[in-house]
């Protein structure tokens, strides 16, 4: 279609011959995105003028924090822990859980492909719902706490880690399955010496970086009741406790980082 539109430049060579020479597809494709995004924000009613006159109110929220206050720290160990820990059990047993459902959705290794594609649009389903909904609905069931954040980010690892494992393990070299079959193995006895450990390092790298980003996401689940450090900012927040907020950040940041430092270790480990 696009040769169509735009046809090749032709150049005649000295010995007589011609060639055909494609044309650039950048300056299309330019034109492509420009329309998009400007119907985006028209239909969307973005506006540039708004975000120009109206930034200078985002700095003077963070002026506002500035200097945290230090003595509001002893307010924070308690719901920074709990942000901790739903984080850990969610992660942990998301990424145990997957386990099963990421070989199901696999086609290399399940023999119906209609099962291996049930379980892949199962995962796909869960991968699409937002963490603050399952937060919110979490609450509805198990009441507001830390346990509702724990079952949201339980779910969240359990989409995104199934579908990278799953893809791992179709990627998979499959020689020695295949070997270990014809030699009388079941299939579960061939994934568990020839599959399995070829994808154990990316599986559990997988599973720390997504603990990484599930101690973010935990801070976000209190400001629907999910419990742990959000509930505290989304607390302040409404009480303009600027500097407080300040300190939670804070104190979240230099967390995260902490927790980034060791699982980014761990992970060059299993590479």
């Known amino acids: 279609m696009y040769d169509k539109l735009f046809p090749p430049k032709k150049i005649l060579l000295s010995n007589g011959k011609v060639v055909h020479k494609k044309r650039s597809r950048a300056p299309f494709i330019t034109i492509l995105v420009a329309i998009a995004i400007y119907l985006s924000a028209y239909y969307t009613e973005f506006s540039f003028y708004t975000i120009f006159t109206r930034i200078h109110?985002?700095?003077?929220?963070?002026?506002?924090?500035?200097?945290?206050?230090?003595?509001?720290?002893?307010?924070?160990?308690?719901?920074?822990?709990?942000?901790?820990?739903?984080?850990?059990?969610?992660?942990?047993?998301?990424?145990?859980?997957?386990?099963?459902?990421?070989?199901l959705a696999s086609v290399n290794i399940v023999p119906n492909k209609s099962t291996a594609a049930i379980f892949k649009v199962i995962l796909s389903l869960i991968r699409t719902l937002p963490t603050l909904v399952t937060a919110l609905i979490a609450t509805f069931i198990f009441g507001l706490g830390p346990i509702a954040g724990s079952i949201a980010i339980l779910i969240f690892t359990v989409g995104y880690v199934g579908k990278l494992l799953y893809e791992q393990i179709e990627n998979a070299e499959m020689g020695s399955f295949e070997a270990m079959e014809s030699i009388g193995m079941t299939r579960f006895q061939?994934?568990?010496?020839?599959?399995?450990?070829?994808?154990?390092?990316?599986?559990?790298?997988?599973?720390?970086?997504?603990?990484?980003?599930?101690?973010?996401?935990?801070?976000?689940?209190?400001?629907?009741?999910?419990?742990?450090?959000?509930?505290?900012?989304?607390?302040?927040?409404?009480?303009?406790?600027?500097?407080?907020?300040?300190?939670?950040?804070?104190?979240?940041?230099?967390?995260?980082?902490?927790?980034?430092?060791?699982?980014?270790?761990?992970?060059?480990?299993?590479?």
């Open 57 to 103: 109110n985002f700095f003077d929220i963070i002026i506002a924090m500035m200097p945290p206050d230090w003595g509001y720290i002893n307010h924070l160990w308690k719901p920074l822990m709990d942000t901790i820990k739903m984080s850990l059990i969610g992660s942990l047993i998301g990424a145990v859980l997957v386990l099963p459902l990421a070989v």
């Open 190 to 271: 061939a994934f568990r010496y020839a599959i399995f450990p070829q994808v154990l390092p990316s599986y559990l790298s997988t599973s720390l970086f997504c603990f990484e980003g599930n101690v973010r996401y935990a801070a976000i689940l209190g400001f629907v009741g999910a419990g742990g450090i959000g509930l505290l900012l989304n607390q302040d927040l409404g009480w303009r406790n600027y500097s407080g907020v300040g300190m939670t950040i804070l104190a979240l940041v230099v967390t995260v980082f902490i927790i980034e430092q060791i699982s980014e270790y761990f992970r060059r480990k299993l590479i």
